[in-house]
């Protein structure tokens, strides 16, 4: 890969339009792992767009993707 391309996240948790994306980073201490949150929506031209910004429906989705991700990484070997 390029290093201008940008490396898909390793695990993504999606429930409805909420999705948490897991990145794996190498990095001097190890291997650590970052979580973005993404709130997909349709755009007045009907294109898909991703927000950082919850609604109240939101927020309990967000925690439940934020949770599984939580678990995911902490089920990940320590390398």
């Known amino acids: ?4 391309e940008k490396k898909p996240p390793v ?3 999606r429930y409805g339009r909420i999705k948490a994306a897991i990145w ?13 949150v ?17 609604g109240r429906d939101d927020l309990l989705t967000a925690a439940k993707a934020l949770n ?4 995911w ?3 990940q070997p320590k390398d």
């Open 1 to 4: 890969m390029a290093n201008n």
């Open 11 to 13: 695990h993504t948790i």
């Open 24 to 36: 794996r980073n190498e990095t001097e201490n190890g291997i650590m792992f970052n979580v973005t």
């Open 38 to 54: 993404t709130r997909t929506y349709r755009d007045d031209g009907e294109e898909l767009q991703d927000s950082h910004s919850f």
């Open 68 to 71: 599984e991700a939580h678990t």
């Open 73 to 75: 990484i902490f089920q």
